[in-house]
Nanobody
Framework: QVQLVESGGGLVQAGGSLRLSCAAS????????MGWYRQAPGKQRELVTT???????NYADSVKGRFTISRDNAKNTVYLQMNSLKPEDTAVYYC???????????????WGQGTQVTVSS
């Protein structure tokens, strides 16, 4: 099976930066769309950003201009560069990927384990 392993979370002061990584491991698959979600305590999980295999990106208004998503298809890895962090960015960040196995026409959704991002004021 495919596994998504996240890294890069931590505690940072407001205005600082963090870079999250999400690496997919496995065999005989390709990844169509990858994205990042986040969930703060007591709140619904929300979509932060997505990127297609062709490089098309979308961002939530709350992070536009501050966050940048990118991917390295050769490494099956997606990154989230977070700049100008605010306390309201504090949440558990989850990587999500639509995985298509070789010889199949449908995709399956996979989730990373989540990584905590805490922004202090």
């Amino acid at each position: 099976q495919v596994q998504l392993v996240e890294s890069g979370g931590g505690l940072v002061q407001a205005g600082g930066s963090l870079r999250l990584s999400c690496a997919a491991s496995g065999s005989s698959f390709s990844i169509d769309v990858m994205g990042w979600y986040r969930q703060a305590p007591g709140k619904q999980r929300e979509l932060v950003t997505t990127i297609t295999s062709g490089g098309t990106t979308n961002y939530a208004d709350s992070v536009k201009g501050r966050f940048t998503i990118s991917r390295d298809n050769a490494k099956n890895t997606v990154y989230l560069q977070m700049n100008s962090l605010k306390p309201e960015d504090t949440a558990v960040y989850y990587c999500n990927a639509r995985v298509v196995y070789t010889g199949r026409t449908y995709g399956l959704a996979y989730w990373g384990q989540g990584t905590q991002v805490t922004v202090s004021s």
